[in-house]
Structures are given as structure tokens and as C-alpha cells.
């Protein structure tokens, strides 16, 4: 059974800059695809950043296009996603999430298994 933890989240100034990392344990996460979540108060939760896992390819929501960046570090068995120029619109609890082999997705129906999530608050 793959188990996820999130870190990396905190409380950060508009304009600022934090990195998620999502780790497994147990098994090699390069195997599977990737998807970054996060759930606002009162929203849904919305797709953000997605890694394949046949070739490192990448997929961004066009509200973190050009800001954040999602990158493996397989050394570490963990996929990290880096978040610049952060906005207070993207305060949200983060989830990464996985499903064994092909493309990345934003969709949260085509992963299997979720970390707990981990908290980013973008202050004004």
C-alpha cells in the first residue's frame, strides 16, 4: 500500500516562495504519476500540477502556470512542487496524490492514493 506525507507547507508573504514535497516509502514513486491538489475553505478541490510518470512531462493549471514548478528527486524517493511569486488566492490545504504508471492528470477520479495534505497561507 503506497503511503503519501506532504511538508513543506507554512505561512508565507504575498510574493513569496515555498517548496512542497511529497515522499513515499516503501516503494518507487518514480513508477507513478503525480497530481498536486489543494482545497481552499469553502471550494472544491481543483487540480494544480501534475508529473507523468513515462517521461517527467508536466501539466499546470492556468492559475500556477509560470509560478510553480513540479519536479522529481528520485534520489529521495520524492516529487516536490515548487510554488514563486505565491498570491493570497492560493492559500489552500495541499494534497499530493499518485496512480501507478502513465500520464499525469488533474483530475482527482484518476488517482488512488492521497496524502493527509499539508497547509499554505499566503498572507496580503
Known amino acids: 500500500q503506497l503511503q503519501l506525507v506532504e511538508s513543506g507547507g507554512d505561512l508565507v508573504q504575498s510574493g513569496g516562495s515555498l517548496r512542497l514535497s511529497c515522499a513515499a516509502s516503501?516503494?518507487?514513486?518514480?513508477?507513478?504519476?503525480i497530481g498536486w491538489f489543494r482545497q481552499a475553505p469553502g471550494k472544491e478541490r481543483e487540480g494544480v500540477s501534475t508529473?507523468?510518470?513515462?517521461?517527467?512531462?508536466?501539466y499546470y493549471a492556468d492559475s500556477v502556470k509560470g509560478r510553480f514548478i513540479v519536479i522529481r528527486d528520485n534520489a529521495k524517493n520524492t516529487v516536490h512542487l515548487q510554488m514563486n511569486n505565491l498570491k493570497p488566492e492560493d492559500t489552500a490545504i495541499y494534497y499530493c496524490?499518485?496512480?501507478?504508471?502513465?500520464?499525469?492528470?488533474?483530475?482527482?477520479?484518476?488517482?488512488?492514493?492521497w496524502g493527509q495534505g499539508t497547509q499554505v497561507t499566503v498572507s496580503s
Open positions: 496524490a499518485a496512480r501507478f504508471g502513465g500520464w499525469g492528470s488533474l483530475k482527482i477520479n484518476d488517482f488512488d492514493y
Open positions: 508529473i507523468s510518470s513515462s517521461d517527467d512531462s508536466t
Open positions: 516503501g516503494v518507487r514513486l518514480d513508477y507513478y504519476a
